[in-house]
Nanobody, 121 residues
Framework: QVQLVESGGGLVQAGGSLRLSCAAS????????KGWFRQAPGKEREFVAA????????YYADPVKGRFTISRDNNKNTVYLQMNSLKPEDTAVYYC??????????????WGQGTQVTVSS
């Protein structure tokens, strides 16, 4: 079992920045790829970013490329999502996920409870 707890969400103006954190406990953190997904009201959960187990490769959805950065610190059992140049359309609940296999679809085995990000115009 892996438990994931997100933090760092909040209200920010357009053009601002936030950094989300996802702290993991349970099984070996380094053994899991990590992903960030988001879900806006009335919409399906969508892929945002993912990082391989050793952090050597990262993947991003087109709408966030160049603005968001995913990273991980296996010593701290934490994965991060740095979000810059935020736009109102980035408003959503952001979820952290973990799985032995990296993916850009919401097929991960473990999920956090989500953290709200609201970007005002």
């Amino acid at each position: 079992q892996v438990q994931l707890v997100e933090s760092g969400g909040g209200l920010v103006q357009a053009g601002g920045s936030l950094r989300l954190s996802c702290a993991a406990s349970g099984r070996t953190f380094a053994g899991y790829a990590k992903g960030w997904f988001r879900q806006a009201p009335g919409k399906e959960r969508e892929f945002v970013a993912a990082i391989t187990r050793n952090g050597g490769s990262t993947y991003y959805a087109d709408p966030v490329k160049g603005r968001f950065t995913i990273s991980r610190d296996n010593n701290k059992n934490t994965v991060y999502l740095q979000m810059n140049s935020l736009k109102p359309e980035d408003t959503a609940v952001y979820y952290c996920a973990a799985d032995p296999q990296i993916a850009t679809t919401p097929t991960y085995d473990y999920w956090g409870q989500g953290t709200q990000v609201t970007v005002s115009s």
